[in-house]
């Protein structure tokens, strides 16, 4: 089966595969995000039903993205529904890297290391419920945070394993209820 595309083929050689992306299947249907850097937008790729990017599928089987916007530094949320894309700033202080996950309730939680035009920063949490966003230093230093991959247990708590660059080592950060 072919992936459908939001690029005709012909200029998929404007998109930088590979540089920073994420991809991630759901069942057998095969969905991948990206960032073209020539035209600077997020893209996304489907097969069958329809600079740092993170997907997941929503329980109904849309796409949920996060991803740097590389023209401000902006993290950002976006997802899809019936009625078309929505975009959201999860946060405007930036952020690299992103890992998203979806609650059970659908809303989305965030890791990612909070710098992006700088080399050092730390690892930041965020997540949005019905009040809004809301942002959280997991750990700091000097140079803490790269490369973060965030899964939430089964209560809903964020588990995050990432890169302490200072001191070389992979670390897991988690939070529970007390």
Same mark, same amino acid.
């Given at each position: 089966? $072919?992936?459908? +595309?939001?690029?005709? *083929? *012909?200029?998929?050689?404007?998109? +930088?595969?590979? *540089?920073?992306?994420? +991809?991630?299947?759901?069942?057998?249907?095969?969905?991948?995000?990206?960032?073209? &850097?020539?035209?600077?937008? @997020?893209?996304?790729?489907?097969?069958?039903?329809?600079? /740092?990017?993170?997907?997941? @599928?929503?329980? %109904? =089987?849309?796409p949920a993205i996060s991803y740097i916007d590389n023209t401000n530094g902006d993290l950002k949320y976006t997802y899809k529904d019936v009625s078309g894309w929505h975009f959201q700033v999860a946060d405007s202080d930036g952020? #690299? *890297?992103?890992?998203? %996950? @979806?609650?059970? $309730? =659908?809303?989305?939680?965030?890791?990612? /290391?909070?710098? /992006? &035009?700088? %080399? /050092? #920063?730390?690892?930041? &949490?965020?997540?949005?419920?019905?009040? #809004?966003?809301?942002?959280?230093?997991?750990?700091? #230093?000097?140079?803490? =945070?790269? &490369?973060?991959?965030? +899964?939430?247990?089964?209560a809903g708590w964020p588990a995050i394993s990432y890169y302490d660059y200072t001191n070389y080592d992979l670390?897991? !950060?988690?939070?529970? !209820?007390?």
């Amino acid at each position: 089966m $072919a992936y459908k +595309r939001t690029v005709p *083929a *012909a200029d998929e050689s404007r998109i +930088r595969f590979g *540089a920073y992306d994420t +991809r991630k299947c759901a069942v057998s249907n095969g969905s991948a995000s990206y960032y073209d &850097y020539t035209n600077g937008t @997020l893209k996304y790729a489907y097969e069958n039903n329809a600079g /740092f990017t993170s997907l997941q @599928l929503t329980s %109904a =089987g849309w796409p949920a993205i996060s991803y740097i916007d590389n023209t401000n530094g902006d993290l950002k949320y976006t997802y899809k529904d019936v009625s078309g894309w929505h975009f959201q700033v999860a946060d405007s202080d930036g952020g #690299g *890297a992103p890992s998203l %996950a @979806l609650t059970s $309730a =659908g809303w989305p939680a965030i890791s990612y /290391f909070a710098s /992006f &035009y700088e %080399a /050092f #920063g730390n690892l930041k &949490y965020t997540y949005k419920d019905a009040s #809004g966003w809301h942002k959280q230093t997991v750990d700091s #230093g000097v140079d803490v =945070g790269k &490369y973060s991959s965030l +899964r939430l247990t089964t209560a809903g708590w964020p588990a995050i394993s990432y890169y302490d660059y200072t001191n070389y080592d992979l670390k897991y !950060a988690y939070k529970s !209820a007390s």
